[in-house]
């Protein structure tokens, strides 16, 4: 009980700002008492707000109260010094709700720094001293704070857990071992522990590796995103100073033609305008002409009318008839036409190139693993028609240009230097980079469905312009039985389900070019690493009279 009167002393003659003794203790005008220096620098504080109040009940002080060192508290201070005690712990260091509490202190306990599992409870530093000089109690295995002490003790036993059990993957205390456990895999907790702290710094060390690993692949991705803004910017100042150049050109070239439209105008005006002149002195010397004939004809003098007369006749031998053909206003039709002409060629140009332009992505270093899943296909679907320009004359095209049959009769097809002229072949209008996945319907006796570069031959029935017998394509034959993957004459048997549908995936940077079979599963049939130099077009070829092929439009 003296001790706890004392430690109530010591609390009372504490500083709730430093926690510690009061040094040249002062008391405020609602009874709290500070060490001068805490409180004087606390109101220092509050020297801006003009209103002083008291740390621990907040009452407040106007004016600033004058401080004086209280003598009595100060000789209190001084009688503990004396006998050597110090000040109550602060606030700190007691137990609060989520700590450990001592299970020896009386009163408010303070934290505990260990437990001991010997004696299933936990101290705090005053408390524990008698584990560190009691030779008995050294023995005694101390852990960090716990606040499950009996998950350490055997339940059956009571007993502290020093044995673990492989078998059964738990620990147990050595009755147990030689009780339920008998016949087990066990060692002691400490042998396990050293095994898995050894399995543990190897999974640490994969872990660390991968952590190496992972940073390297971001300094290659920032190296990777810096090379990107790079060659963006410089790509974007590349393309505007080219647009500016074709702007300037075409600003150019449309100045000339309303140069040369005015020039043209100006001297077909002048020279309608010069002979619109003489026409009109024409008139005026006519006009005086007839005059004189009419005055000449009212002449009653025979003999002078007579003498007058072959001037008339002559007269009338000189006077040409009109020789002005008045066109229709077509006088600069030619002009306009080449103009059009050009812009739908311009037009034409701009329209397949920016589909390659558009189409042209970047990919980072880390290039996405080609899909699983159909789901996953159908992310990189692309709508795919067919371009009348290329097909054979007795290809009948339909479905919006997406189906392609093979006719008895010609097609009437215009002349085009893209069509082919032997093969029922036909490619796709759209080019095709980036990732790209499409399906092919078939039907009859079989078909080719193809990829290609756009520069392949046309023209007769030389292996050039067959789709997978040169190195500008890649073809998977598909027959009734069977599939065979051609490329550059190499012929390359394939094996897997029938299906009448076909799905084709391209990774166009990463070079991969993937043909499925897709009925309610999808089968890779053959997968072809290759470099692709240049976008690529879609194409089929059939076979027979009634064969078809439609690229299906997915969802």
Sequence with gaps: MAQKGVQMDQETIS??????????PVTIPCGHSYCMHCIK???????????????????????????????????????????????????????GAEDVACDVCAGRKLKAIKSCLVCSASYCEKHLQPHHDAPPLRKHKLIDPSKNLQQHICSRHDEVKKMFCRTDQKSICYLCSVDEHKGHDTVSAAAERTERQRELEGSRQ???????????????????????????????????????????????????????????????VSRAKEL?????????????????????????????????????????????SSSIKIRPLRYFEDVTAAVSELREK???????????????????????????????????????????????????????????????????????PDRFTYWFQVLSRE???????????????????????????????SDECLFGFHNKSWSLRCDTDSYRFDHNKVQTPVSGPQSSRIGVYLDHRAGILSFYSVSETMTLLHRVQA???????????????????EFIKLK
């Design 15 to 24: 500083c709730s700002i430093c926690l510690d003794l009061l040094k040249d």
């Design 41 to 95: 620098g606390f109101w220092d504080g509050e020297d801006q707000k003009g209103i002083h109040s008291c740390p621990q009940c907040r009452d407040t002080f106007l004016p600033r109260p004058v401080l004086k060192k209280s003598t009595m508290l100060a000789v209190l201070v001084e009688q503990l010094k004396k006998t050597g005690l110090q000040a109550a712990p602060a606030d700190h260091c007691y137990a």
């Design 206 to 268: 994969q872990i660390q590796q991968r952590v190496q690993d992972r940073e390297k692949d971001v300094k290659l991705l920032q190296q990777e995103v810096e090379a990107i803004n790079q060659s963006a910017d410089k790509t974007v100042e590349h393309s505007e100073k080219i647009f500016t150049e074709l702007i300037r050109l075409l600003q150019k070239r449309s100045s000339e033609v309303k140069q040369q439209i005015r020039s043209q105008q100006e001297t077909e």
């Design 276 to 320: 619109q002149k003489k026409l009109e002195q024409e008139i005026t010397e006519l006009k005086r002409k007839d005059a004189e004939l009419q005055q000449l004809s009212h002449t009653e003098d025979h003999i002078q009318f007579l003498q007058n007369c072959p001037s008339v006749s002559a007269l009338r031998e000189s006077t040409p």
């Design 346 to 416: 311009l037009q034409d140009i701009l329209r397949e190139e920016w589909t390659n332009i558009s189409l042209t992505e970047v990919d980072v270093l880390l290039s996405e693993p080609e899909p699983e899943t159909r789901a996953g296909f159908l992310k990189y679907s692309r709508e795919i028609t067919l371009d009348p320009n290329t097909a054979h004359t007795q290809l009948l095209l339909s479905e919006g240009n997406r189906k392609a049959t093979v006719m008895k009769q010609q097609q009437s097809y215009s002349n085009h």
């Design 431 to 461: 080019s095709l980079t980036g990732r790209c996945y499409w399906e092919v319907e078939w039907g009859g006796g079989g078909a080719r469905v193809a990829v290609t570069y756009k520069n392949i031959s046309r023209a007769g029935d």
């Design 531 to 549: 470099s692709f130099t240049q976008p690529l077009h879609a194409g089929v070829l059939l076979f027979n009279y009634g064969d078809t092929a």
